[in-house]
């Protein structure tokens, strides 16, 4: 069963404009970076190596093959990996079309502080109503963004790890704070040391 996600869309929208600013903003290729900026030329961790930072399925669900790729525009390269986890039946053992599902996705920025800035800039919106809320959120002590709407239990999660990588976790059918509970699945700390 093939579960069809979000993700791809939610990325665009959320990494789009970011991007966009970041490549309007950000010092010509031939301007030396400061010290201890990366310029737009730093090289991104591979998606091989970002793949297997992805967690396998917990007891009770399955996942489909991790999958990944790198892209380059003007200078600016961008790796994204993820994977998708859906909740089995307790009583067949099979996924079913309405069942709980989780998308991890790692997203290497190569250190562009710009297309950080511009996309930690749009996390800066507060909003909370009874059908459900957007905010800022500290977790482990990254920055990051929840958004989690209630009527149907769909909620986005961002952070930030070693200022590179932005770690997405999208759930449905779940409450909010399985957000974190899947977030604690990728092990931050190991991925915080890839280079």
Not at 171 to 189: F, I, M, N, S, Y
Request: aromatic share 8%; glycine share 6%.
């Amino acid at each position: 069963m093939e579960i069809k996600s979000i993700a791809a869309p939610v990325l665009a929208l959320l990494f789009l404009p970011a991007f966009l600013y970041a490549q309007d903003v950000a010092e010509p290729a031939s301007a030396p970076s400061p010290a201890g900026s990366p310029g737009k030329n730093s090289q991104v961790v591979e998606a091989n190596r970002l793949i297997a930072m992805l967690p396998q399925p917990p007891a009770g669900w399955t996942a489909d093959k991790a999958d990944g790729s790198t892209t380059e525009s003007d200078g600016f390269q961008i790796t994204t990996v993820g994977r998708t986890y859906v909740k089995l039946s307790s009583t067949s053992g099979q996924t079913a079309d309405d069942a709980p599902t989780a998308n991890i996705n790692i997203i290497d920025s190569a250190n562009n502080q710009q297309f950080q800035e511009a996309t930690k800039a749009m996390w800066s919106a507060t909003s909370n109503t009874p059908e459900g809320y957007d905010k800022a959120v500290k977790v482990a002590g990254l920055p990051g963004f929840e958004h989690f709407t209630i009527a149907d239990q769909t909620g986005v999660l961002w952070v930030i790890a070693a200022g590179r990588f932005f770690v997405q976790v999208e759930t449905t059918k779940q409450p909010a704070t399985d957000l974190e509970g899947w977030l604690t699945k990728v092990d931050l700390k190991k991925l915080s040391t890839l280079k």
